[in-house]
């Protein structure tokens, strides 16, 4: 596709429920990567893919996140039982090779 | 944690006016690359200075690395009331992952 597309754009939900986020990126891109855009506040690094290396799994703040990509295309972060503080821009970007990132527009995540 | 510190945190100016933003980091780098974030949306690229550049433009912008004060600073000249946006600096230590860590962010309002 032209950009990188995330989906759903906007999800609420009810404290301890499961949540998946969906990461379409751009075409080509082998590397992919998961941040955290809390309200008012920079990007925190979750998850990075390369290829079929292992990922970075370093900024996931706890065992309820996970993440998993096939290949170079599709990858979805999953939050288990979801806690408020949840509550945030879940950003992804793709890369090519070491280039500049391209964002998605993010999902907004609610947890009442 | 944050690696990168924006200053100011926030910045109003008149369209015509020049706006300067400031940004601090703690550890070795390999490249500096500003964002963009206008409310609601990813970030835009939208520039890269290596470590070994000091200075860089880009139309309108003007990016400058100071490696030896761990410090960079984004100039906008001309300033138009579409550059109102948040702008992130984030830092590289390059390689094909090029893990990036943002700072905190500037927002930037350009009164018409």
């Known amino acids: 596709g032209a950009g990188v597309s995330q989906s759903p754009s906007n999800k609420v939900t009810e404290k301890g429920k499961d949540v998946e986020l969906r990461c379409d990126p751009i075409?080509?891109?082998?590397?992919l990567y998961w941040y955290r855009q809390r309200l008012g506040q920079g990007l925190e690094f979750l998850i990075y893919?390369?290829?079929?290396?292992?990922?970075?799994k370093s900024g996931l703040p706890s065992d309820r996140f996970s993440a998993e990509r096939t290949g170079e295309s599709v990858s979805t972060l999953t939050i288990q039982r979801t806690q408020q503080e949840d509550s945030a821009v879940y950003l992804c970007?793709?890369?090519?090779?070491?280039?500049?990132?391209?964002f998605g527009d993010g999902t907004r995540l609610s947890i009442l | 944690s944050q690696q990168g510190e924006e200053d100011p945190q926030a910045l109003s100016i008149q369209e015509g006016e020049n706006a300067t933003m400031n940004c601090s980091y703690k550890t070795s780098i390999n490249n500096l690359q500003w964002y963009r974030q206008n409310s609601g949306r990813g970030l835009v690229h939208l520039i890269l200075i290596r470590s070994n550049e000091r200075e860089k433009h880009s139309g309108r912008l003007r990016v400058t690395l100071d490696t030896s004060k761990k410090s960079s600073s984004l100039l906008i000249t001309a300033s138009r009331a579409a550059d109102t946006a948040s702008y992130f600096c984030?830092?590289?230590?390059?390689?094909?992952?090029?893990?990036?860590?943002f700072g905190t962010g500037t927002l930037l309002a350009v009164q018409p």
């Open positions: 075409s080509g891109h082998t590397a």
């Open positions: 970007a793709s890369s090519f090779a070491g280039q500049p990132q391209h």
């Open positions: 984030a830092t590289g230590r390059g390689g094909a992952t090029n893990k990036l860590i």
């Open positions: 893919f390369q290829g079929n290396s292992a990922p970075d």
